[in-house]
C-alpha cells in the first residue's frame, strides 16, 4: 500500500480557485477505481493544528491498495492552469493505529517497525466539540517547540474540517528525534496526558511513513532536498 500526499500553494488572490478545486475534485475522486480512500484538505497558516486557515494552500491525499497512486489528470492540469506550486511525497505507511471516518485507511499497520531512517508522522483527530476550548488553548505552545526541536525538518497543518477535523504531518530526520520530541518534551508531554485524562477526540488516528519520493518545491524551497 502507498499514498501520495499533494500540498498545492495558488497564486495570490488566487485562494478562490483552491476553494473552487475542493468541490471540483471531489466526484473525479469517487469514481476513480485506482483509489481506495483520499481527503480534500485546506491548510493552517503555521505548521500544525490551527485556528487560521491558509487560503491560498490546499492539500490532497490519496490511497491505493497497490504500489501506483497516480492522481487523476484532471488535478495537474488545473494546477497548471492555475500556475500553482506543488510539492508531492510518495509515501510508504509502516506503523501506526487509528482510524479516519472509521476506516484504517493505510491498512493494518503494527504499532512499531524497525524502520529508522528519516520518517513522516501524520496525527489526526476529530475534536468534541465540547473539548474545543481546552484543545485550542493547548496547542500553541507545542507547535512553536515543534519547529525548533532538534531533528525536525518541516511540518504541515492540514484538515477537513475548520475547528474540528485537524491534522499535523511533520517530517524528522530520524523516529528517535520525533520520539524525543513527542514525549520528552514538556510541553507536549503534558498535552499527551490531557488528551487521553480528558478525552478530548472522538477519534484519532496516528501513522508513520517511509518517504519514497519528494518532488517540486512549496513557498519557494525543497523541503527534502540532499536528503533522499
Known amino acids: 500500500m502507498t499514498s501520495t500526499l499533494t500540498i498545492v500553494r495558488y497564486p495570490s488572490f ?7 478545486s475542493m468541490a471540483i475534485f471531489r466526484p473525479v475522486l469517487w469514481f476513480s477505481t485506482s483509489i481506495s480512500f483520499w481527503k480534500l484538505m485546506g491548510s493552517g497558516k503555521n505548521g500544525s493544528f490551527d485556528l487560521y486557515p491558509d487560503w491560498r494552500q490546499w492539500a490532497v491525499l490519496v490511497v491505493s491498495d497497490n504500489n501506483n497512486t497516480p492522481l487523476p489528470r484532471f488535478f495537474p492540469f488545473w494546477w497548471r492552469i492555475c500556475k500553482c506550486e506543488i510539492w508531492t511525497l510518495s509515501l510508504e505507511p509502516i506503523e501506526g493505529h487509528g482510524t479516519w471516518d472509521g476506516k484504517r485507511c493505510f491498512g493494518d499497520l503494527p504499532k512499531n517497525s524497525d524502520f529508522e531512517g528519516m520518517i513522516a508522522v501524520l496525527t489526526r483527530a476529530t475534536i468534541r466539540w465540547n473539548k474545543l476550548v481546552s484543545f485550542w488553548k493547548n496547542v500553541d505552545a507545542v507547535a512553536v517547540q515543534m519547529a525548533h526541536a532538534q531533528g525536525f525538518i518541516t511540518s504541515l497543518g492540514i484538515g477537513e474540517v475548520p475547528l474540528i477535523k485537524q491534522a499535523t504531518f511533520s ?11 513527542a514525549y520528552k518534551q514538556r510541553e507536549h508531554a503534558q498535552v499527551i496526558q490531557k488528551t487521553r485524562k480528558e478525552d478530548w477526540y472522538s477519534e484519532d488516528m496516528f501513522v508513520r511513513f517511509r518517504v519514497l519520493t519528494s518532488t517540486g518545491s512549496i513557498r519557494g524551497k525543497l523541503p527534502l532536498e540532499g536528503k533522499l
Open 14 to 20: 488566487m485562494g478562490w480557485a483552491g476553494i473552487l
Open 171 to 181: 517530517i524528522w530526520e530520524s523516529k528517535e528525534s520525533m520520539k524525543s520530541f
